[in-house]
C-alpha cells in the first residue's frame, strides 16, 4: 500500500422514502448520518472525499473535498469509484488505493480497512470488498488507483454491475460479523432510521 488509502464516501443517494433530501445529511442521534460515517472511516484513512453531483454547497459544513461523476447519466456507484480514482491520481499522488463506503451506513468497523487489505494481499488480487450476514457489500471495498483506466472503459461500453466489474479483475471478500448489528446496516427508509437510532443507544 503506497501512503494510506484516501476513502471516497459514496453519498449520492436520495431519501425518497425518508421524504426525499441528501440521505446522509438526515440526522441520527443528534448527528448527521455523514458525520457518522466520516467519524468511523476517518481514523482509518489518510484523506476523505465525498462523491455527490449536484450543488457542493450543501456539503461545505465538513470541509472536504466534494468530487462530482466525470460521466454523464449517473451511470451508478462505479462512477463514483470513477470519480474516486482520478482524484487521488490527481490530488494524492503517492496514493495507490482508494476505499469506497456508502454515505448512509454509519457503523463501520473500526479495522474496515486493515482486513480489506490484509484480505486483497493474502488472495494475491486487486481489489477486496466487505460481506456481512451472508451478504456481500460490493460498495464497501479497497481498489487500486491504477485500475482507473479499465473501469473507465468499462463505463463507457455500458458496465454498470460492481460485481461484474470486480470478479473480472479479482476480487476477495471479507466476511464480518453482523451480531450485535450488522456493521454495514444502510438506511434507506424511516424504520431504518427508527432502528438505527436504537443502534446509536446500544
Known amino acids: 500500500m503506497i501512503g494510506q488509502p484516501t476513502a471516497v464516501v459514496l453519498a449520492g443517494g436520495l431519501a425518497r422514502r425518508l421524504g426525499g433530501g441528501d440521505k ?9 448520518i455523514l458525520e457518522h460515517v466520516i467519524g468511523r472511516i476517518g481514523p482509518q484513512v489518510g ?20 468530487v462530482a461523476d466525470t460521466l454523464a447519466d449517473n451511470p451508478g456507484p462505479l462512477a463514483g469509484v470513477l470519480a474516486g480514482m482520478r482524484w487521488a491520481v490527481a490530488h494524492a499522488p503517492e496514493v495507490g488505493d482508494i476505499v469506497t463506503v456508502p454515505g448512509d451506513t454509519p457503523f463501520l468497523p473500526d479495522d474496515l480497512v486493515a482486513r480489506l487489505y490484509a ?11 466487505a460481506a ?22 468499462g463505463l463507457e461500453a455500458g458496465e454498470r454491475k460492481i460485481q461484474v466489474f470486480t470478479a473480472a479483475r479479482g476480487v476477495a471478500e ?27 443507544r446500544f
Open 24 to 32: 446522509p445529511l438526515r440526522l441520527l442521534g443528534g448527528r448527521t
Open 47 to 66: 484523506r476523505i472525499v465525498i462523491n455527490a453531483n449536484g450543488d457542493p454547497a450543501r456539503f461545505a459544513a465538513f470541509g472536504l473535498p466534494v
Open 119 to 129: 484480505a486483497r494481499i493474502a488472495a494475491g488480487v486487486p481489489i477486496a470488498c
Open 132 to 153: 456481512s450476514g451472508g451478504r456481500v457489500h460490493p460498495v464497501v471495498g479497497i481498489w487500486p488507483v491504477w485500475l482507473a483506466d479499465a473501469l473507465q472503459r
Open 174 to 200: 471479507v466476511a464480518f460479523s453482523a451480531e450485535p448489528f450488522d456493521p454495514f446496516f444502510n438506511i434507506n427508509s424511516p424504520g431504518d432510521l427508527e432502528a438505527a437510532e436504537r443502534v446509536c
